[in-house]
């Protein structure tokens, strides 16, 4: 080697080591949600999902040979812990961050992420205005839970066919409720009805008897629920106390064994909006049962919806990595290639041709609903004909 060109070899070696370490680094991706506290028994099953997912996309190598790390931060579902908690996923500089299970945490935080331009999923909470607060080519959120801007009229279009019209609509008072009354209330509007009844409560209340015994004067013959799960038990509880035979209906949280194990025989014929209901229908759903209660010793579920959404927001995730073709992963890059996805992915809600876009950050949409109902103290199709229609995974519309 020329001696002019000796002093470049510790370069090109500091470099090489530099590029070589770069390349076998962990990818870092954020995970946050209520780990502990009140919305546990759904922050849990989604942390669960990503787990599996990211199990399983190590085995294989992570992305392009480097492993994928989870970063856990548990907001135990107060939007003060939820802000501090994002916060310091920036300050730790993951690349990515899938979570949140309630909407006034998420609601709190998405300043956070907007700002540092670092890519949300939000695989669980459902509140319509998180993907819509900012304009769509600007938006870091993105989500592939069903709002509630698609749950409300979903139900409110099946409960109207059923002949309940009279609607008693009891919401909390927390950004889910408030957000989920306004859809609820809209989706009547758009069938020309109106609430024969609101209720407005906070969260933790025990009793909802005065409630209740005023929606019933009202005329109500169905009541519509928006809150988390131990307050669905209270008003189930209430209503079969009053001997008040009306069926109860809500958004995906009557799902939750907060309100099903709570209520107990009161839960019993509940119907709600479901994007996945654990039973083996076809084999992808059947793939991703068994390997859960497998890696977590369980023989179901608490809320599948949960587990399989955090399951498919990590793949779509590393499939738009796989899309950056340059190899420089940053939060525009990651923002560009969620909106710009090329590879289809056949996931276990859906399947996902193109789930987002510059201007669409919500990846379900409606034909992939179905109606769930309580049923022996589980989940289960409230139509035949929908267990049929989802041996066949929908894509969006």
């Not at 819509?132 to 870091?140: E, H, P, R, V």
């Amino acid at each position: 080697m020329p001696a002019r060109l000796r002093h470049l070899v510790p370069v090109l070696l500091l470099a090489l080591s530099t590029w070589a370490a770069a390349q076998s680094s962990p990818i870092r991706i954020g995970v946050i949600g209520p780990f502990t506290g009140p919305s546990a028994d759904f922050g849990i099953p989604m942390l669960n999902g990503v787990k599996h997912a990211v199990d399983e996309i190590n085995a294989v190598g992570g992305y392009m040979g480097r492993p994928i790390e989870l970063v856990l931060k548990d907001d135990t579902a107060n939007p003060d812990v939820g802000l501090k908690a994002s916060e310091e996923l920036v300050a730790e500089k993951v690349l990515a961050t899938i979570g949140f299970c309630n909407t006034g945490v998420a609601a709190k935080s998405l300043d956070v992420f907007q700002k540092h331009q670092l890519p949300l999923i939000i695989p669980c909470a459902t509140g319509t205005p998180l993907t819509s607060k900012y304009a769509g080519a600007q938006s870091y959120i993105f989500r592939n839970s069903a709002k509630d801007g698609i749950q409300a009229p979903f139900v409110v279009e099946d409960i109207v066919k059923r002949g309940w019209t009279r609607v008693a609509i009891f919401a909390d008072t927390t950004g889910y409720g408030e957000a989920g009354l306004k859809d609820v209330e809209a989706a009547l509007a758009a069938k020309k009805l109106k609430p024969a009844y609101v209720a407005r409560f906070a969260t933790g209340v025990k009793d909802l008897t005065a409630e209740l015994q005023a929606a019933r004067a009202a005329g109500a013959n169905v009541v519509f629920s928006y809150t988390v799960g131990p307050e669905n038990a209270v008003i189930a509880m209430g209503r079969k106390e009053l001997n008040w035979k009306v069926p109860q209906v809500g958004a995906w949280t009557l799902s939750f064994p907060f309100f099903i194990d709570g209520a107990k025989a009161a839960a019993e014929g509940a119907l709600m909006a479901q994007t996945f209901i654990a039973e083996p229908s076809n084999e992808r759903r059947a793939a991703f049962l068994t390997a859960y209660a497998r890696k977590y010793k369980v023989k179901k579920i608490p809320v599948p919806m949960a587990a399989a959404q955090g399951y498919d927001a990590t793949y779509l995730l590393m499939y738009s990595l796989f899309g950056i073709h340059d190899g420089k992963l940053n939060g525009p890059a990651v923002k560009a290639a969620l909106e710009n996805m090329t590879r289809t992915y056949y996931g276990v809600v859906a399947t996902y041709e193109k789930p987002f876009s510059l201007e669409d950050k919500d990846a379900v949409t409606s034909n992939m609903l179905v109606m769930g109902m309580v049923k022996n103290a589980a989940i289960t199709f409230a139509y035949p004909e929908d267990a049929k229609r989802n041996l066949f995974v929908q894509r969006k519309q």
